[in-house]
């Protein structure tokens, strides 16, 4: 009885043991992985970061899988390759001609060294701001408050120079710096509002003018081309008249020309009857009368008579002579 009794004390001993054994062995084996998995460091696109061994900077870590020695490396930063936009508030700035504004200001940068950003200075983001707010003191206080309203590409540009230059050592790039709003004195917006309400109301008068102005010479221009129209009117029927006159002081000399021709075609005629027949001078003048007839036969608008039939009495007398004679 008693050796079955030592027999079962050992191997519920031998069971603790095993037990603890295997305790000892899964303990072992979740710290080991714990530490593996500690040491692999997944890096993501547009990330980097700054490893260190002991304290000192050791590398950079860029995208994909790195190994880290437990305890004695470490991840001290991890750095946002992407472009940033951080927007200040409001700066309290004064122009040159003593006019204190409000600015605020949008700066776009990027993270070019991840060391350098990483050692160069204690705050980034509040160092670009403070440098932000005293460089845009320094440009404003050179201009004046017009200037300043109608110059923001200008200062836009010059900040962004100047935050460049001042932020290459903390291995940051400045690309672009915007003025957001500026917001004078509320004196100065209503005394501006009067001046741009007296501007549009100087323009809308030289508009008016400028329009009645072409409006008179268009209607100027519009007399001009009419009276050289009636004047170019006026010469063509001037000259129409007058071709029409001459054309008829042509037919009328042609009705004249005519006339005498027929004339003389009779006196010719009457004296060659007169040679072939021994006519008296009764019946001469009476073919000269039938001569005339002819010629007045609606060709001619004119009749010349000749002097030689002295009257109606002559005429009827030498018509009756000349019938009588007939028979």
Not at 27 to 46: D, Y
Not at 238 to 251: F, H, S
């Amino acid at each position: 009885m008693l050796i079955l009794l030592a027999a079962q004390t050992v191997l519920s001993a031998e069971i603790v043991t095993t037990m603890v054994i295997i305790g000892v062995l899964i303990t072992l084996v979740v710290i080991v992985l714990a530490l593996f998995s500690s040491c692999v460091k997944i890096v993501p696109q547009a990330t980097t970061m700054v490893v260190e061994r002991l304290g000192g900077y050791l590398t950079t870590w860029n995208v994909g899988v790195h190994l880290q020695v437990p305890i004695i490396d470490r991840v001290a930063m991890r750095v946002n390759m992407k472009e940033q936009v951080v927007d200040f508030p409001p700066q309290p700035v004064i122009t040159k001609d003593n006019v204190t504004m409000r600015i605020d200001t949008v700066v776009f940068f990027q993270i070019t060294d991840p060391k350098l950003f990483a050692y160069g200075v204690e705050n980034p983001i509040m160092a670009i701001e403070n440098l932000t707010a005293t460089t845009l003191r320094n440009l404003i206080g050179d201009l004046e408050l017009d200037q300043t309203l109608t110059s923001r590409e200008i200062i836009n540009t010059k900040m962004q120079s100047t935050l460049d230059s001042a932020t290459d050592p903390w291995g940051i790039k400045v690309n672009r710096v915007e003025l957001k709003n500026i917001m004078p004195p509320t004196a100065i917006q209503d005394a501006m509002e009067k001046q741009m309400k007296a501007e549009r109301e100087r323009r809308e008068v030289i508009l008016i003018a400028e329009g009645e102005k072409k409006s008179a010479i268009l209607r100027a221009e519009g007399k001009k081309q009419s009276a050289i129209l009636d004047a170019e009117a006026e010469k063509a029927a001037a000259i129409l008249r007058a071709e029409a006159k001459k054309e008829a002081m042509i037919r009328e000399a042609e009705g004249q020309a005519q006339a005498i021709l027929k004339v003389q075609e009779a006196n010719a005629q009457g004296l060659s009857m007169i040679k072939e027949v021994g006519l008296d001078e009764a019946t001469l003048r009476l073919k000269s009368l039938e001569a005339f007839t002819k010629a007045a036969d609606g060709q001619a608008t004119k009749i010349i008579i000749p002097s030689e039939i002295q009257g109606i009495a002559g005429l009827a007398k030498a018509t009756a002579e000349v019938i009588k004679s007939e028979k």
